[in-house]
């Protein structure tokens, strides 16, 4: 068996997709049929829906499988891709080979896939938490501040993997509801590999203006270190609760007074000192370009302001 689209002769979008065996790492990945993943999501019962900055809308369904090796059940997240085109198919085929080709810690882990009855579905471990936006923005318990120094750790350890084996960048993909976390508060990256240009004019663009720096802006091409900005703009809403609009008022205003624009849920919870050296790290991330340090630097300062009492 080999990965081999096969098209039904009367409908060339109706398809089945076979096992990836082409690698090693793929061996753990799971054939989902539609009837099983229909079941196990209750009839594809929505879970929640992400509107993306390109104008995109992913619908995710919530729900549980039997463990083939534990024969207990598992909860897992099936996200639909829409695929309108025979490139677009191609394109998803690319994606599955390439999600299946590294795992980490700090990443969601990919369990399989399914391509039938002009369905295509991506199925992925489910984290109990849910994404760290809910946390920030919605009405979930209180993080403290060393819980958001830990997830702040799972993210840049996700993103230094990623830039470690893709040499690119993450584009429109860092962000709040994209950092899911499991039931300890580690924090994992829901990542796709979708490649998109700035040049392609997203429609809901004022959604991401906070997380991109001038010279993206200005060219529209998005290299490792604009995810380094990225980041930073994410540590800002991680420590201050502040959302987009008001991130983009913050960015305007230097030195960041970040003490005095902290989340006031931590109230004086919090190591003053420890507290200064995330507004340095903050303002070296959301630097001019050629300024900004590697996410691996990004790592060292956090690890040293764990330790920080």
Known sequence: MGNVLKPHTEDPLSFTYEPLLSSPNNEDLRVFSVTELKKATNNFRKGRVVNEEDGSIRTFYKGSIEDTSSRTKARISVMECLQDSLEAIEAWKGQVESLGKHSH????????????????????????????DHHIHGKKEMLSWATRVKIAIGTAQGLAFLHSINNSSLYFELRLHNIMLDEEYNAKLFYLETKKNYLERPRRLDKGLAYMPLECLMSGSFQMDTDVFAFGVILLELFTGLKTKRLLEVRKTRPLLFTEKLDPRLGSDYPVTAAMEMSTLIERCTGDKGTRPSMQQVLDVLNSITEIN
């Open 105 to 132: 810690p700090n990443l969601v882990k990919f369990l399989g896939y399914c391509c039938e009855d002009r369905k295509s579905l991506l199925v992925f471990e489910y984290l109990h938490k849910g994404t760290l």
